[in-house]
């Protein structure tokens, strides 16, 4: 038995981007290319579950560069990539947990999946995520101004959070950092890229990760500072 989110297409779909006799269902570019990697069986296209994920997810990022995220619903998405509504709600909730799934899956794994975290430095990683977020910066514009509690940034935050607490359990046993300590740091990182992401300054992804290392400095001298008597500075 076909899952839930499979969709019949004929063969004659594939040459006929606007649709076919046969499906009367209207299909972007970007539908015909998805279908293209379906294995038609018997006329029958069984989509992968990730194909289909992939194919909801460009049809947003493209309705996002063309109007504002609030006008968008799921009956645009669905019919821009030529998919069904069923299809959509199969795999999410709402348009901002698709959105949540496309940083998931282009870069959200990949900051978390580190198991030399020990070894590696960490700027390099800081500077993957800001490469990502300048790149799909158009993208990211909209979603970071949604606001609530399944909003993007909310999500944004979380996965950052989780990225430190993984980073300091590496730490010596007398260096371990709280949830505060790695909430701080996560509200820092991700207030910061979204006011760069927002501002269209036109700063590069390594001229801002330059600044940002910058802080880091400035806190170790504060804390050296801190290490002595107030007396011994000209305050």
């Not at 594939?14 to 299909?27: E, F, I, R, T």
């Not at 999946?113 to 430095?121: G, N, W």
Request: proline share 4%; aromatic share 14%; glycine share 4%.
């Amino acid at each position: 038995m076909a899952g839930r989110d499979t969709e019949r297409f004929s063969e004659g779909c594939l040459n006929n981007p606007k649709g076919c006799p046969s499906c009367a269902v209207p299909h972007s570019c970007t539908a015909v290319e998805t279908m293209v990697s379906y294995h038609f069986t018997g006329g029958i296209a069984m989509p992968d579950s990730t194909i289909t994920k992939k194919a909801l997810a460009q049809a947003l990022k493209e309705l996002m560069r063309e109007m504002p995220i609030e006008k968008i619903n799921v009956a645009f998405i669905c019919q821009r990539c030529g998919m069904k509504r069923q299809s959509f709600y199969y795999h999410f909730r709402d348009k901002y947990h698709l959105i949540n799934w496309i940083f998931d899956s282009e870069i959200g794994a990949v900051l978390r999946d580190s198991p030399d975290a020990a070894q590696e430095d960490p700027w390099d990683k800081f500077q993957q995520l800001c490469d990502y977020f300048y790149e799909n910066r158009v993208f990211y514009r909209s979603a970071l101004q949604v606001k609530g509690q399944d909003s993007f940034l909310v999500h944004f935050q979380r996965s950052v959070f989780s990225i430190f607490k993984h980073y300091f359990s590496f730490l010596p046993a007398d260096g371990k950092c709280d949830e505060f300590t790695a909430n701080f740091f996560a509200d820092a990182i991700v207030c910061c890229i979204a006011r760069w992401i927002l501002s269209r300054n036109g700063m590069l992804p390594e001229e801002f990760t330059r600044n940002v290392k910058q802080l880091g400095a400035v806190i170790r001298f504060a804390e050296q500072r801190s290490s002595f008597p107030a007396e011994s500075f000209d305050l």
